[in-house]
């Protein structure tokens, strides 16, 4: 997943940087998986990798974008992006190693016997009980996006 | 009336103009923005008036209702309405610079999306834990993404809008990270129950330090202060004019008290010395980052850009005394200084918008001799740059005085000599318009200035308030008990 996550950033071409994001949203959903949170992973794989990232390649081949290919590195640019990652990198190393929270390993899910563990009802019931009220503000927050979006984009022909 | 309804009818306010503006096609936009400032009046007399604070809540324990919550939720309000009044009078320039039918050129939409950044400024207010903060960050910022660069047939408001967005979603992705370790670290997202548990933090504090690192980052480009406030003069100077001001006032208010209640638990935990020391530093260095750029400005957008970075320094300053002193609580100061800078900066925003729509420009030039072609207009600017530069008996006195006496009183004596520099600085830049429009000629021909009785009556009542406030302070000095 890091691996690729490297690649979105270092290929030249938008439409492999797309394919490597993709990439790594599987392994994404992976995590999730291995945590026992199957409904999210599942998700994950269907609205992002599958809706949101087809869209991006849809917009990025649309674009004519042969000369972001072609355009010169700044070497400074580079080289100020590299320096603060890895900053953040070491530090989060650092901090990882001296925190002992940080070692230890969630206690694997106990589920008694003869029942199953229903993740999609209980992400569902968290969701539009304790959250209804930040799922209530999200939706205003994209109803705000699509009208920007539409009054941005709108093309009206002028009389 | 418990508080949370007020947020429930601006939305609904909002959808309501949004539906007449959609089906409604012959109706004059202008109406909907009568419509809008009646509303946000109504609702700020529901908040003066009815709200019953006490009323048991069934939000459950993320929702404060407190008195800082109340008065910054009127803040978000009394700017949202001069908002509105200044983007009607803000519209023919507009409509100059989107295409389509005269009367349907997204006006419509312009009054409304103010309205839905309110809302999401006044549950910032109330938000005391971190997923709720966080969507209703994002709901602002969000929504003034798309305001900054609703002049889309103009590059400056483009390249604003670019430069904003890129900028905010680094700075949210910092804040977002802090905001995780702080989880992490606590296992808890109510900032209550974040503090019992740093109260008694027993182990390392690199943790911490990081996290807090993390944050201050995230919000300083929030508020603006040095060295993350390169975004400002840019966006401030390509948004159209009553975005600018919301963006100044509102934006920065919601900065503040995201940031006071993220300091709070913070401050309780043994890196307390670490996090008033960091905000020493960047406090002094926004102070002369502000001022020392406000000076050579030609551009009175930009001008009031950096006397925002400069008007953040003192902010930050009263933070970072980190006790009450003289009487005066750090919290209480910060809220003051907002009100009082809120009305200043907005009657500088109104006649600024007045000159613009007949001038055409937003230069230092466009104001020769406004003494000459509007009195009226002149006194109000007179006022306005008095104020900002903080002369007594204006409103502006009182915000850097109670700040300077924290600072004093916190004895951190070098970033006091800093701010009185500052302070001094600015008196020279603000009394720059001065000049301009009292010993400068205007150009030959210059256009009439006409504005709307509405805008008249919006700027007489500010400049009422900035003098009342200036020698009657009582109305917001209640806030300041420690």
Redesign the interface.
Known sequence: MLLFGVGVVVNRNPVASALCLVVSFVGLASLFISLDAHFLGIIQILVYTGAVMVLFLFIIMLLDLKEEARRALNAWAVAGGAVVALCLVG?LL??LG????GEATLPPLVVPEGQTYEDTKALGTLLFT??V??VQ??G??L???T??????S?????? | MPAYFLEIAIVLLGLGLLMVDAFATTLDRRLLGHLGIAGVAAVLAGLVFGVDSSASEPLWGFYATDTAALFYKGLALVCTLLVLVLALEYAPVLESYRDGRPGRRGLGEFLCLPLFLCAGLMWMASMTDLLGLFVALETVTITFYVVVAYMRRNLGSLEAGVKYLILGALSTGFLLYGLAWLFGLTGQTNLAAIQTVLVDWKGDTTPLLFTMALLMVGLSFKVGAAPFQFWIPDVYQGAPTPITAFLSVGSKAAGFIVLIRLLEPLLASPIRHAVLLMLGVLAGATLIVGNLAAISQSNFKRLLAYSSIAHAGFLLMALAAGQPAGGVSPNGVVALYLGTYLVMTMLAFAVLVIVRKAGGSDELTAFNGLSQRSPFLAFALVLAMASLAGVPLTAGFFGKFFSLVLIAGAGQWALLTVAVVAAACGFYYYFKVIRCMYWNDPVSEAPPLVFSQLTRVAIILLCVAVVVLGVYPKPLTCLLAP
Request: charged share 20%.
């Open positions: 530090t650092h901090v001296t925190f002992p929270k304790e959250y009220f930040h503000v999200i205003l927050l109803l705000g996006a009208v920007g979006v539409v009054a941005l709108k093309k009206e022909a002028s009389k």
